[in-house]
Every structure is written in C-alpha cells, then in structure tokens.
C-alpha cells in the first residue's frame, strides 16, 4: 500500500489541541487537507518529518504530529528516538511499513461567519484544523527527468517509502511495477493540497540534479492536477525549504550574504526570515557557479506554482550545535554533525553522521503551518 | 798519490820529499802508526825479505787492531785484512785494544735524571751510519714519545772519503786503512760539528754518546764537540742510540698531557671543531690508567671510528691513532693504559686496530659543521591511536622500531617524548576528557615502555575528518620549550587524520567540528617553530603527486604541509632507519662518516 490512510471519522472528530473556547461552539473541523512531502533522495524528508515532532512539542508552536495508525505512531517514535535521543540519522531503511501518515493538529485564528444565532457577521475565532502528512517517497531516480536515473532506480516490487537521508532506493510496496510506482507518486502528489519541496544545497552542490528531479514530476503532476481556477498554474500551494541551513556551506553563504537574522530564540539560533528565503535563495549560488542551478529551479517553480501560493523557507532538521555548558550558539561551534568513519569503505548514510548536540529544528514546523493555514484558498 | 806517498802500513799521505831530505839525519817514522819510513845508509847488507816480512806482519797486526776494534770477530772484515791471521794474533790484538778502552761513562738515564724534569737534552749519538741527534727531556719539543730525532748526519757528510760499504766503513773507522790524513779528519768532522752545535745546540744542554768509543774518527767526532761545547756531556754509547732512548723515556713521566680527539660543534657559530677529552696529565707514568665517555657518532654501528689521542700542544700531535668499533649506545668508554710516553694501551674498547689515517687525513675529514644527527637530540613522537585498528598498530610499529632504534644508536642524547592521542568523545558532556596521553622527555627504551603503556582506541566508528591532534600538539609544544642548547628538536607526528581547527569548521565543504577545548593547532606550531623545532609528519596516506591540470591541495589536508614541513611522507613508503635518516638522527648514506668520536 502506498496511499496514505485516509482520517477517519473518528479522527477527524478530535477535539483541536489548545482547546476551544466556551462559546459560541467552535465551528466543525474542516476536511483535513493533504500535505505532501516531496524532494530529492538523501535531501531529508525523513530527518524533516522527525524534526517536525520535535518541533511541534518543542517549538512553542500549539500543534501536534500524530500517527494515523501504530504503523505511523511507531515510525514517528522511532525516528524522534534516534534523532533526540541516540543522536543518530534515520537509517536508511528497507523495509517501512506502506501504511505511513500523520496528521498535525492545531488551531487558526479566523475569521468565521457563525452558524448560529441573530448576528451573522464575520468573528476572528480560533479554528482547529489538520492536516494529512503522507511522505510518499520515491526511488531517488523516479524525480528525475533522466531515463538512466528512472532505469537504476526502478523499485523491484513496486513504490515505497523512504524516509532516511539515504533513501531512495529499491523497497517494497503493494506489488506494483516501477511504471505503476511512479504513477502513484504522481497520482498521490497531485491529490495534495500542499506540497513541501526539499532542496538540499549541499546536494545540489555535489550532483547538480535538483531541477531533473523537480521538472519531470511537476510535468507529470500537470497532467492530472489541472489548474487552480484562478490563474494557469497548478491549485497547490508550495513550501519550498532550503535545507541544511546548519551546514557551514549554507550558513557561511548566509552570513556573509547578510541573511541570517540575529538570534533571537532562547537558544539563540539564527535563521534567515521567510520573507528574504527566496532572496537568500537566489543568491544561494550566485557568482560560484557557472550555471546556476537555482535559477533553473526557481523557473520551473513560477512556470508551474501560482507566487501567491508559494513561499520559501531556510530550514535545519537539526539546528546548530550548542555548547552543553554554555547552551547557546556560539559562531565558533555550531556544527551540530560529526562526520564518522570506520576505516573502510565508509559508513551506511545513518552512521557516516552523528549528531553532536541537541536537536533543535529550524524553520520546519513554520512550512508546515503555513501549508496548512493556506491550502484550499486560491 | 802514489804508494811511495803513503805509509805503507797505515796509509796515511807523507810528504815523501820531506821524508826523505830528514832521512839523510835520521829514521823518519810515520806520525800515526809509527813505520819507518827512511833512515840514513847504513853500512851491511841489505835483507829485502826481511823487512818485507816485517812490514807485513806490521801490517796484520794494524789490520787486526782495527778489526777488534771494529767488531768481535775478524771474519766480517777479512777482505780488508792483509793477511790471514792466526788465532793468536786475533786474541792478542783484541787484548791490546781492550786495553785501551777508555773509562766508562754514566748512562744517558742518569745524564737525564740529574737535569730535572723539564730541562731539554740534546743527545748526539754516534754511530755506524754517522750522527743522529735527539731532544729528549721534558718538553714539547720531545714529542709524545718523550724524544724526538732532530738530525742525522751520514759519515759521508762528516768525513767524505769513507767507503760506502757499512762494513769496510766500520772498518775504516775503527782505525784500519783510509789513507785519510788525520789532521785533514779532525778538520773536517770539527767543520760539520760546528754546524750541528750552531743549529741544534745552542743554549740546550748536550750529551754525546758514542757506539763507537775507541775508533779514531768517532773519537773525533766526540773531541770535536767537547771542543765547541765545554759543558758537553759524555754518556755511555749505544749501538742504537734511538732504542736506548725508548727505554728511557718508557720509565719516565710524559712531558705533556694527552687527550682523545672528539668533534663537537663550537658553541657560538656552531662549526664543528676538535677538542680534546682529558686523559693523562702532565707527569702521569706508565702504569696510569684513564677513561673517557665519547658518543659514537649516529650511523656509525657498522664503521669504525678513528681513536685518537693527541698531546695538549698547539697543534696537538698524535700519540697513537687506532681505528676501533665503538660499542652500542650512545656514550662508549673508552679506557686507556699509559705504558709510557708515547705508549698507550686500549683496554676498552679492547679490539682496536693500528692502520688508521693519519692526522693530518683525519683532520680534512672534520666537516665545517656537524650533521644535525651529531647533536644532541629532543624528539616528540605524536601519535595518531585511533582510526583503522590494523593503520594504527603500524603508526605504533613504526614508533617503536624508532625508538629501538634511536636507543641502539644515540642512547641517552636522545630524549624522546611519546604523546598519542585517542578521539575527543562524541558525548558532549565528556567532551573535555582529556584524550591525551604519554611521558616526558626521556631516554628511548624508556619512552618505547610509555609507547607500549599507550591505550588502544576502541572498537568502532571514529571521526573521519580530524582527531584530537592539536591536544598532543599542545602537549609537544610543553615539552619542547625553552632554550635549545644546542640540541636537535625534533616533532614527529605520525597520524592519519588532521587536528580539529580551533574554532570554526574549516573547510565549508567538508566541515569538521572544532576542537571542544578550544585548543588552536597553529599556536601549537607557532610555539614549537620559536623553539627551533623540525617538523616531520608521516600520514596514512603520502602526499599527492602533483599532476598538472589538478590542484593537489584539494586533495589533501592543508594542515600535513605545516605539520610536515621539513618533511612528509606515507605510512607505507617508510621504516624505521629511514625514518630516522629524514629526521637527522642518523646521517645520509651518502654523508661522509665523521672522522672523530662526539663529545657526549
């Protein structure tokens, strides 16, 4: 199976998190909208999605991330476990159970015209809402545009999931082919109100192949999504995330660009503001390459997502390494991975990497919650 | 001249006129020998047999005269003798030529003792061959040996006519048949004497000694210096007046001190130069021994090294010179025993042999400095111990072969410090454990035990990018400080992996975390370079080659060509005496061998 499971009535009947007000009843939860995670193998999406519980319980942010079914519950325990607590990268596992999606519940302040009563204007009231996470990752080749890639990376017993750093390849799924696996990916991304694009910088560095991931799908998402009604581009409201934010490749670029925001978290991490994520993106490689990879990307992107509908983000599934004496950043140590080795031919992608310090995600939950505050408006 | 103008029994010239004009008065007789040369007529007849008989009998006896002088035996000089002698003639001339030995001389030893201990003695001793004058006493100029030959004088020089034949020369000069004119003789041998005395006897106390006593030009050559030198000495002769000297001087007190010849680097400028390592002083005797440290020079263990002991002058001389194999370790004995001037004895070590170079060869050899492998050295072993579990049991192999074999050759001038470090801990609440360890400065064996001691890293993944380097650094950089004195300093870092940076991670790219003490490699390094430090880095992997069209450096980590400054190279490419040879502890093959012992 690789469908995510659909909520259930009873779970779309859950009380909102951060309670509701006495009155008047809150309105009723609006259909849970699907938010889809999408992006290159080893960019992590499943690192992402372990960030986002650590970020939903720590961030200070009222929301929650919860398993659709134990199958989910237990991945996403699992996941946090290793990356919190062992400090250790998802492995990059062969084996998922097919079954896997989340909901992250929480609340929005609307403006809301009430069902009932004499007075029928318009309130700001707080409103639950969730929505439907389902990673539905792919062979890393399946994104890409190149047949070889397509032809290396062809599942042998159909689509999977594949969350880790690492992921990508091979897996087992519902006894589909390779052709039937990508069909169902698109078929699933183009059923999402929201998708969240990964873009690892340092990946891109090394295999310069983020828009033959990105193009060939979204060609194949414009065949069966049609268009938002408003304009020509597709209905989805994209989250594009800079990853990696942590890494001194990006961060470095960051400051010295004049991007990064001072601290200002009780950690005191910075970040760069989303409302200069797409600048910072722009000039992400700009006069260090000689065929900038970004402003193909970012092409495909206006060429097939509405502006209005969508946004940028620079994200960190880890953070920046603190000082367990000092607890906060320090500019001189912040590099919250170690690079491991065994001496031989290297390390599974899990192992190669160790997490120095605490996690403490950056920008992760923040997409998201947008996502899911903006999905099903034009 | 002819036969007329000569005595027909001794040979000497005569005026043959004067002879016979004094003949008409009365018997004229021959100066030396006292032959009848003429007389008046006289009246009777003439026997013409007999006075042939006569004179050849005279002639035998004169002839055996000589020979006894000459020697104990006739038979040497028979073909000068004219006429075969009998037995008894032979005993009887050698009574009356014993008879006329003259009185006996105080030994030389005694002429010498009654100087005193630092008066000069010239001794002119004369012999077979001619005269050969000596210095003896106690004085420099006497040379190790306690004498010194200054000259030698042929007979030839002396008194030109002798024959050349040693034999018939003996002969001649013990009285028999020259046909050389007495007076003429003494003139001569006065003239040469005069010279000798000119040049070598002047204001120095003289002894002459004869081999010769009793044989007229001998004599000669005596009165002649007792003419000239009214303070001369007569001491008992020698046949061999050099061999006599030796057993003097043997039981005498040498004049001068001695020392063995060591090389070491003049403090100030640094150039090598030879000094001398106390021995035997002044007045020390045979019986005396001494000792002394010297170092074998590094790389020497399969060549021998020239010993030499010299005299305290300036230009020291050379007393003895031997070539021997010094023993292993850095600081070898060497034990000597003082037979007498000139005379010394190798106990230890106790195999040397004589053919060596001679002094003047073994001083071109002295290079303008020394080699760094002659100092005195200080080395700080850095050791990477974790990473690849077999490449860390060679990084150690290959300090171990080290130290053994800086202990075989240097011994304890080398102070060698081993600092190995293991991996910072990924936990960060251990992060400030200290992953370094080790010992001080100390002697190789010593340092092979802390080596031995070192803990294994554990099992498992270790960090790929950097290892605690720069806390061993920070250690070296502690042990290797303050003046050097001289001394080699030496950081050898043998590693796989490059030291944390201080803050910051370095390469964007490839990022490496800093290191959790904050400890900066480079004011590690900075340090050590003030102190004179080489450094010398072996790694897992050699440096790149340089292939055009690459940037090499993107291939390696920066910090290998600081560390590895003097010298870098691979794991796989070294051994243990190559190594030493990079670090200059031990010479190139090709360097000469130094020709001396070090100073320890």
Same mark, same amino acid.
């Given at each position: 199976m690789t469908e995510p499971t659909p909520p259930d009535e009873a779970r779309s009947e859950e009380p909102a998190a951060g309670g509701a007000p006495a009155a008047p009843p809150p309105p009723a939860p609006e259909r849970p909208r699907r938010i889809g995670l999408w992006g *290159?193998?080893?960019?992590g999406k499943t690192t992402f999605l372990a960030a986002l519980r650590i970020a939903a319980e720590?961030?200070?942010?009222d929301v929650r991330l919860v398993g659709c079914n134990r199958a989910s519950t237990e991945f996403l325990a699992d996941t946090t476990r290793q990356l919190?607590?062992?400090?250790?990268?998802?492995? *990059?596992?062969?084996?998922?159970?097919?079954?896997l999606a989340w909901q992250l519940h929480g609340t929005q302040v609307r403006k809301v015209r009430p069902t009932e009563g004499r007075l029928r204007f318009k309130r700001r009231r707080p409103v639950p809402y969730t929505v439907m996470l389902d990673m539905m990752d792919a062979p890393g080749?399946?994104?890409?545009?190149r047949p070889e890639d397509r032809a290396t990376s062809e599942p042998s017993s159909g689509l999977r999931f594949s969350s880790s *750093?690492? =992921?990508?390849d091979g897996g087992s799924g519902d006894g589909g082919g390779g052709g039937d696996a990508e069909e169902r990916l698109v078929r699933h991304l183009a059923g999402c109100d929201g998708l969240l694009f990964l873009f690892d910088p340092t990946r891109e560095r090394e295999m310069n192949d983020a828009y033959a991931f990105f193009q060939r799908t979204v060609l194949q998402i414009s065949e069966l999504a049609g268009t938002s009604g408003v304009d020509h581009k597709l209905p989805h409201h994209l989250a594009v995330c800079i990853t990696k934010f942590d890494h001194p490749e990006v961060y470095e670029r960051a400051v010295r660009l004049g991007y990064v925001t001072p601290p200002a978290s009780i950690f005191g991490m910075p970040s760069v503001d989303e409302t200069r994520a797409l600048e910072f993106f722009q000039d992400l490689y700009r006069g260090t390459? *000689?065929? =900038?990879?970004v402003n193909s990307l970012l092409r495909g992107i206006r060429s097939h997502f509405g502006e209005s509908r969508t946004r940028y983000f620079v994200t960190s599934a880890i953070g920046f390494y603190r =000082?367990?004496?000092?607890?906060r950043f320090q500019p001189e140590d912040y590099l919250n991975i170690a690079e491991q080795s065994d001496g031989g031919d290297g390390l599974a992608g899990e192992d190669r990497f160790r997490i120095r310090g605490d996690v403490a995600p950056i920008n992760v939950l923040e997409p998201v919650m947008w996502l899911a505050g903006n999905v099903g408006r034009p | 001249m002819n036969s007329a103008d000569r005595c027909p029994l001794c040979a000497v010239p005569i005026d043959a006129a004067a002879v016979e004009a004094a003949a008409t008065r009365r018997d004229v007789r021959c100066t +030396?020998?006292?032959?009848?040369l003429a007389g008046p007529w006289r009246p009777g007849r003439a026997d013409r047999a007999a006075a042939e008989a006569a004179l050849s009998a005279a002639r035998l006896e004169f002839d055996l005269r000589a020979a006894a002088r000459a020697g104990d035996d006739w038979l040497p000089y028979a073909p000068h003798l004219r006429g075969r002698p009998a037995e008894a003639q032979w005993q009887e001339a050698r009574r009356d030529v014993a008879a006329l030995r003259e009185a006996a001389r105080p030994p030389l030893g005694a002429v010498l003792d009654a100087l005193g201990p630092h008066r000069a003695l010239v001794v002119v001793a004369v012999e077979d061959a001619g005269l050969r004058l000596f210095v003896t006493g106690g004085?420099?100029?006497? /040379?190790p040996l306690g004498y010194r030959e200054l000259a030698a004088v042929p007979w030839s020089a002396l008194l030109?006519?002798?024959?050349?034949d040693a034999t018939h020369r003996r002969f001649q000069l013990a009285?028999?048949?020259?046909?050389? @004119?007495p007076a003429w003789a003494d003139a001569t041998i006065g003239g040469a004497v005069g010279d000798l005395v000119r040049r070598y006897c002047t204001s120095v106390d003289t002894a002459v000694m004869s081999g +010769?006593?009793?044989m007229p030009f001998p004599d000669a050559v005596v009165r002649a210096f007792t003419g000239l030198l009214p303070d001369v000495r007569i001491a008992a002769g020698a046949p061999d007046a050099a061999a006599l000297l030796d057993r003097i001087a043997a039981e005498r007190p040498i004049a001068r001190p001695y020392g063995l010849a060591a090389l070491r680097a003049r403090p100030g400028d640094g150039a090598a130069e030879v000094v001398r390592l106390p021995l035997f002083p002044a007045g020390a005797r045979a019986g005396d021994e001494a000792q002394v440290r010297v170092r074998r020079?590094?790389?020497?263990?399969?060549q021998e090294t020239a010993l030499a002991v010299v005299t305290w002058d300036d230009p020291p001389e050379p007393v003895r010179i031997v070539t021997a194999r010094m023993p292993r370790g850095a600081a070898g004995l060497v034990r000597i025993a003082l037979d007498g001037p000139g005379r010394l004895r190798f106990l230890e070590p106790d195999t040397v042999d004589d053919a060596a170079p001679a002094w003047p060869d073994l001083l071109r050899r002295v290079p303008r400095r020394l080699p760094s492998a002659a100092f005195a050295t200080e080395l700080v072993c850095v050791l990477? +111990? /974790?990473?690849r579990a077999e490449t860390a049991r060679r990084r150690r192999d290959l300090v171990a072969d080290l130290l053994e074999l800086l202990g075989d050759e240097l011994g304890g001038t080398a102070r060698v410090a081993v600092v190995g470090h293991l991996d910072h801990p990924i936990e960060p609440k251990h992060?400030?454990? @200290?992953v370094v360890s080790g010992g001080p400065l100390q002697a190789p064996d010593e340092a092979a035990r802390t080596l031995a001691d070192l803990p294994d890293a554990p099992s498992g993944p270790f960090g790929?990018?950097?290892?605690?380097l720069e806390d061993s650094l920070d250690r070296a950089a502690a042990l290797l400080h303050?003046?050097? @004195?001289?001394r080699s300093r030496i950081l050898l870092t043998v590693a796989g992996r490059p030291p944390h940076p201080g803050s910051g991670h370095g390469d964007v790219i490839r990022p490496v975390e800093p290191c959790p003490r904050r400890l900066n490699w480079r004011h590690s390094v900075a340090r050590l370079e003030a102190a004179g430090v080489r450094l010398v880095a072996v790694t897992d992997e050699p440096a790149p080659k340089d292939v055009?069209?690459? @940037?090499a450096r993107r291939r390696d980590d920066p910090e290998w060509d600081v560390l590895g400054a003097a010298h870098r190279t691979g794991l796989d490419s070294v051994d243990a005496a190559g190594l030493a040879k990079v670090l200059g502890v031990l010479p190139d093959d090709e360097a000469p061998p130094l020709p001396f012992p070090l100073v320890p």
């Open positions: *290159a193998p080893t960019c720590e961030g200070g942010h919190k607590i062992e400090r250790r990268f998802v492995p *990059a596992t062969r084996e998922l159970p097919p079954n080749g399946m994104f890409s545009s *750093a690492g =992921d990508g390459h *000689a065929h =900038d990879p =000082d367990p004496l000092e607890n | +030396l020998c006292g032959w009848t004085v420099p100029a006497a /040379g030109p006519g002798l024959p050349r009285g028999g048949p020259s046909g050389i @004119d +010769l006593p009793g020079a590094p790389g020497g263990a399969g990477e +111990l /974790g990473g992060k400030n454990r @200290d790929a990018r950097a290892a605690p303050g003046p050097r @004195d001289g055009p069209g690459q @940037d």
